[in-house]
């Protein structure tokens, strides 16, 4: 899973020139002062690397360990002070973030399966976090 995830932000490092997300297909959305992307599905993996630098947050979603068809991941991610600053559904295993720095708490939930975790984003720094999830009965 981490495997997966490092080889998409080093693909997309090694890239150089970033692509545009529309020419790409995807879709930039923006809520409380903060830029982001979901998907991730299929081919669009590969979109998602050509833009990964752009974003130094990145969501990554797995279900038992596996890079998976997921989607429909409720995230909430909130400020120092806990306020929410963006929620959202993810429209794939990929969920990107253009935060400015600081401490943020990010919440996700799929299946009835919560998880948070809080970490410092700083400068431009890449901040990769995997949640993995357990595959429904």
């Keep these: 899973m981490k495997r ?3 080889a998409l932000v080093l693909a997309a490092l090694v890239q150089g020139a970033a692509a545009n997300e529309e020419a790409l ?3 930039v959305h923006k ?3 903060i830029n982001y992307i979901t998907g991730g599905l299929g081919e669009e993996a590969h ?3 050509e833009v990964a630098q752009r974003y130094p947050v990145q969501l990554f979603f797995t279900v038992d360990g ?3 068809q997921i989607r429909d991941v409720k995230v909430v991610v909130r400020d120092v ?3 929410v600053t963006l929620e959202a559904k993810s429209d794939g295993p990929l969920f990107y973030l253009d935060t ?3 401490r943020w708490t990010f919440e996700v939930e ?3 399966q919560k998880q948070t975790k809080t970490k410092d984003q700083t400068g431009r720094r890449y901040l990769v976090l995997d949640f993995d999830f357990k595959k429904p009965d």
């Design 100 to 102: 400015p720095s600081g």
């Design 25 to 27: 297909g995807i879709k």
């Design 81 to 83: 002070k806990g306020d």
């Design 110 to 112: 799929w299946n009835g």
């Design 47 to 49: 979109a998602f690397a």
């Design 66 to 68: 596996e890079h998976a």
């Design 31 to 33: 809520q409380g002062g």
């Design 4 to 6: 997966f995830a490092a």
